[in-house]
């Protein structure tokens, strides 16, 4: 019995479409993309969802939810009048 030959990485599959053929590499939001420094954003947005922010987060909910300062939903407003 033959195994079965991998798949090239870069072989088309018949019934998928490359993203390349999908999305117009001319649109203005993709070249906007290419323009936008992603690792800054990463490494500033990395902070606030770090293992210990989230701890933290977790450990202050827990304290609300035991002393029955549960987060209260805001009302619905519509022109200063609740709904």
């Known amino acids: 019995m033959q195994s079965k030959k991998p798949k090239?990485?870069?072989e088309d599959d018949l019934f998928r479409e490359r993203l390349e053929q999908i999305v117009d590499l001319k649109h203005?939001?993709?070249q906007l993309g290419d323009k936008i420094e992603w690792n800054w954003i990463d490494r500033e947005i990395a902070q606030l969802y770090s293992e210990k922010r989230l701890k933290q987060h977790l450990r202050l909910v827990r304290?609300?939810?035991?002393s029955g300062q549960g987060r209260e939903r805001p009302s619905l407003r519509a022109n200063g009048r609740q709904l």
């Open 28 to 30: 203005e939001l993709v």
């Open 63 to 66: 304290r609300r939810k035991a």
């Open 8 to 10: 090239a990485a870069d």
